[in-house]
């Protein structure tokens, strides 16, 4: 079985400054990795995945996230944010290769302060 | 493509009703997904469907939750006799898969929030 933990619940931090949310996972097998975005009243959206390939994925809105097999992280990061970057993110796994549903993180709520 | 629907988008109920939940997915997509989300956790995978055939079941929460996708289009997620802890975001989701592998990229609707008194 798999499991995702979101080491911060809440990150403040100031229009145009960096920000890292951390994610680790722990699997027996190997696994997909990846992070939504959840903005007040609308639903999941997917902000970038890791299926295989190159550890560093890079999606939408600046977003990119690193895997770090080793270290069975996966933390999302971005160089500068914005105001409309407040939001809750969580960040999910899934057995490579198997019918095994996403499993999800607590989430961390991200806010973004003018 | 209008994304993920689901209706109602707010219930509350009364303690010992029935409720039902529509979820229309993005056409095309075969593969629909119910999940339930309480405050302060991420979704909780509750089943899914693969067209109109009932994949995973064993982790809806008791059998007074019960899933259907009749033609393998919307599907609808009831849950009888409520109570109060089944309060929580019930969230739909829809892939399309070619073959099974875990890393189709799921899309959410806004989800259905119940309240239960």
């Known amino acids: 079985a798999q499991s995702v933990t979101q080491l911060d619940s809440q990150v403040p931090v100031f229009e145009e400054a960096p920000v890292e949310l951390r994610c680790n996972y722990s699997s027996s097998v190997s696994v997909y990795l990846f992070w939504y975005v959840q903005y007040p009243n609308q639903g999941l959206q997917l902000l970038l995945k890791?299926?295989?390939?190159?550890?560093l994925v890079k999606g939408i809105n600046g977003f990119e996230a690193e895997f770090n097999k080793s270290q069975t992280s996966f933390h999302l990061r971005k160089p500068s944010v914005h105001i409309s970057d407040t939001a809750e993110y969580f960040c999910?796994?899934?057995?490579?290769?198997?019918?095994?549903?996403?499993?999800f993180g607590k989430g961390t709520r991200l806010s973004v302060i003018a | 493509d209008t994304g993920v629907s689901q209706n109602p988008r707010h219930k509350i109920t009364k303690r010992g009703q029935n409720v039902t939940f529509r979820c229309d997915p993005i056409?095309?997509?075969?593969?629909l997904y119910w999940y339930r989300q309480t405050l302060g956790q991420g979704p909780e995978f509750l089943t899914y469907f693969q067209n109109e055939a009932q994949l995973e079941k064993s982790r809806l929460l008791s059998d007074r939750f019960s899933a259907e996708r009749p033609k393998g289009s919307f599907s609808t997620l009831e849950i009888q006799r409520t109570e109060q802890g089944d309060s929580a975001m019930y969230l739909c989701a829809s892939s399309f898969v070619v073959r099974p592998h875990g890393g189709d990229t799921q899309y959410f609707g806004p989800g259905t929030r119940l309240t239960v008194l």
């Open positions: 056409s095309e997509h075969n593969r």
């Open positions: 890791y299926l295989s390939g190159s550890t």
């Open positions: 999910a796994v899934s057995e490579l290769y198997g019918n095994t549903p996403l499993v």
